[in-house]
Every structure is written in structure tokens, then in C-alpha cells.
């Protein structure tokens, strides 16, 4: 980096970097270690390198696997919990949400009607698998 005269990286957040995404995509990608692959746009006065890593990746959906196994056994415990209101079902949901974080979107789910109990014919969730790819 240094030959190349670039005097300092900044680390930009993932949802940060739409306005280079598209160029990037037409980027090929560069093998720079044994299992790290680069993609460098340059953009005058910047560039931008987009680095995959196929250990970080591993982690990653290991980490999103355990966050999705604990919600998914968590909406089971509050389904058969027995004497539950809806209020009580929207602030344990609430919880949930905070300690999955982005994952949580990956879960539809279906609530009861004000009125109505608790139970496996009102409260149900499901896996979206297309957001989940």
C-alpha cells in the first residue's frame, strides 16, 4: 500500500458502502492469501478494497446459526407457555428481537388478536428461507 502511495485505511461498516457496491460487484476478485480473496476499486483520490475472508464467513453463519437456534427455542418456550397475555408475549418478542439483532428479521412471525389466548393456533412463526440465502 505504502508503494502504491495510499497513506492510511479507513474500515467502513457494510451498510456503508452502497454507492460502490455496484462497481464493485463488476470486480473480479484476486486471490491474496490461501483463503482470502480482494477486490480493489480505485476512485480517484480513493480506493476501495472489498476483502472476503472464507474463515470470517464460516463464522459468521455460525454465529447467525446459534442466534437463530436460541429464537427458534425461545418462540417455541413461549408458545407452550401456559398462561401467557399478549402483552406479556409482546414485551418477551421485544427481548428477543434486542438479542438477535439483524437476524431477528429472518423469523415471520404471526401474533394473536388482542382478545385472543396464547396458543399454538395463534401465536405462530415461520423461517423466512429466501431472506435467509
Partial sequence: MR??????????????????????????????????RVKILQQEPEFSVSVES????????????RRLRRLWASLHELRNR????????????????????RDFGLVRISLPNPQEPVNEHTFHFSLDRKRLR
Avoid at 82 to 101: C, V
Fill in 82 to 101: 401456559k398462561s401467557i397475555t399478549r402483552d406479556e408475549l409482546l414485551l418477551h418478542i421485544g427481548a428477543l428481537k434486542k438479542e438477535a439483532g
Fill in 54 to 65: 472464507h474463515d470470517r464467513v464460516a463464522k459468521e453463519r455460525s454465529m447467525r446459526r
Fill in 3 to 36: 508503494f502504491r502511495g495510499i497513506d492510511y485505511l479507513v474500515g467502513t461498516p457494510k451498510g456503508h458502502l452502497s454507492h460502490v457496491e455496484k462497481p464493485l460487484l463488476e470486480q473480479t476478485w484476486m486471490q491474496a492469501r490461501k483463503s482470502v
